[in-house]
């Protein structure tokens, strides 16, 4: 019972968008997929959803494959940037539509959804603002019946509090009806507490993958005297650095080594996700398009 | 010399979607447009920059008329969440059409800002991710030799060190050469150090307009024992509170009496720019569409 992409790789015009990623998504798990822009995430994404076709490698659910495979396809849903929707239909018709196609979509938690975020569904798609767009696109993404959601910046244009109120449905729906969901978004902090696992992205390959306590267990900053840090960190996996006032950080991921002493004029300290997120992907070059 | 909104009134199938604004853009000002989902931003910015009509008002620049008059509307530019490029157009080939529709755009800086953000000027328009479909729309916003330049959400869909950089390029080009932006966004912690002067539209109307420093002056937490703070707060202009154990917070925006003594057990602080726009705009309700 999982999701598997193995092997995956995406080439386009002889640029690598996409490495031979091998990645697992469990049932009833909340991932968090991070990349710096031009990382992958969206190609990634288009691939497990069959919208585009990978280079090479496979995409399978529970040992299915996923290409030209309706019944597996269906257990499958991805919100992304792209409008799907008719700009002249009424939300209230496109929902119809939608609850027509997915036989168990949940259309009376999609009419308690548009009340809570004041969206008006005899509105037209086409005349809905950026946030409003995302609003619609986002009620629907959690009211489909499918096992394995995929949300693309779902929070694209939301104000702070439309922001607070999707992260709150997002719970609640989970609570009631576990799923998987696969979340890709540049506001890490917001969303940190929401995860249970991480992906990150970086120069188009699998940097960190993991359960959230596990990575940030592994991601710490070391802080003191600029040479008493160098001589702690030494050979460890440096992954960036700062300097304030005689203070030097060095930002380590991995473990530490037991037979080596803390010096007494070293702090040792965990990261949050941001942090770690930053510094894993700051210095390297990055891709313009996926 | 400034830009002048004067009662500007849109309305759409009955409903109002901007009321009688009035509002005075200055030259060299770094302006915040703040509003909720569906408060009537993109309407405004459109409006101004004679992309659709107002209902009823007019908007001016240096007392002329913006619509129908070419001279004048080349002295503004708009950056939003419209794409108004050929997918099929490499961003080189959109760089040198706007050069010479613009006699004085800024091309050796478009260069330089396109290597900071990694962007491949030889990609097509329509390869770009959502991320850098706003970097190149950015890149381009600083670049056209526009007195007023509008940008319309600049950070949709851009990672946190992308959004740093963009901070920082505005920054640059302002101080080299001071024209005045006018800057939408939801990510208002993030960029309130760089606004000069805020404006807030909530409920189609504007709530508050001024220099940020005189806005934050007026901005208050009142915070104690319930009855203190009431007591304090009576007849004030009390736009939320909070509540946190015995604790009780009151958000107050306008001038403190003179004549009335706090109590030793209530304290008086100022909230930020974030906190104030989300409790002057918390409990009322927001309209769908723009």
């Given at each position: 019972m999982s999701l598997q992409v193995k092997a995956v790789t995406q080439q386009f015009h002889g640029q690598t968008i996409l490495d031979k990623l091998d990645l697992t998504f469990e049932p009833h798990t909340i991932y968090g997929l991070l990349g710096r822009n031009g990382a992958g995430k969206s190609t990634l994404l288009n691939i497990i959803s069959n919208r585009i076709f990978a280079s090479d490698g496979t995409v399978t659910l529970d040992d299915e494959t996923l290409v030209d495979n309706d019944a597996t396809l269906g257990r499958l849903y991805l919100m992304s940037e792209v409008n799907l929707y008719n700009e002249r239909t009424k939300l209230n018709k496109l929902l119809t539509t939608t609850a027509q196609f997915y036989g168990d979509f949940d259309q009376a938690y999609a009419v308690k959804l548009a009340g809570q975020f004041d969206l008006d569904l005899n509105a037209r798609f086409g005349k809905l603002s950026t946030g409003y767009r995302?609003?619609?696109?986002?009620?629907?993404?959690?009211?489909?019946?499918?096992?394995?959601?995929?949300?693309?910046?779902?929070?694209?244009?939301?104000?702070?509090?439309?922001?607070?109120?999707?992260?709150?449905?997002?719970?609640?729906?989970?609570?009631?009806?576990?799923?998987?969901?696969?979340?890709?978004?540049?506001?890490?902090?917001?969303?940190?507490?929401?995860?249970?696992?991480?992906?990150?992205?970086?120069?188009?390959?699998?940097?960190?993958?993991?359960?959230?306590?596990?990575?940030?267990?592994?991601?710490?900053?070391?802080?003191?005297?600029?040479?008493?840090?160098?001589?702690?960190?030494?050979?460890?996996?440096?992954?960036?650095?700062?300097?304030?006032?005689?203070?030097?950080?060095?930002?380590?991921?991995?473990?530490?080594?037991?037979?080596?002493?803390?010096?007494?004029?070293?702090?040792?300290?965990?990261?949050?996700?941001?942090?770690?997120?930053?510094?894993?992907?700051?210095?390297?070059?990055?891709?313009?398009?996926?």
């Open positions: 995302t609003i619609f696109k986002l009620i629907v993404a959690l009211c489909v019946p499918a096992d394995y959601i995929f949300l693309d910046e779902p929070v694209l244009g939301l104000d702070a509090n439309h922001r607070e109120l999707f992260y709150q449905a997002l719970i609640d729906t989970y609570t009631e009806r576990p799923r998987t969901f696969v979340i890709s978004t540049h506001l890490i902090e917001e969303i940190a507490n929401l995860l249970e696992n991480v992906v990150i992205l970086d120069q188009h390959k699998i940097v960190v993958s993991g359960g959230v306590p596990d990575v940030l267990a592994k991601a710490y900053t070391i802080t003191g005297p600029e040479t008493d840090v160098q001589q702690y960190t030494e050979s460890l996996n440096v992954i960036g650095t700062d300097h304030l006032g005689g203070i030097t950080a060095h930002y380590v991921y991995g473990d530490l080594p037991d037979d080596r002493p803390i010096p007494d004029t070293v702090q040792v300290e965990h990261l949050d996700l941001q942090k770690l997120f930053v510094n894993l992907t700051n210095a390297t070059e990055v891709a313009h398009a996926n």
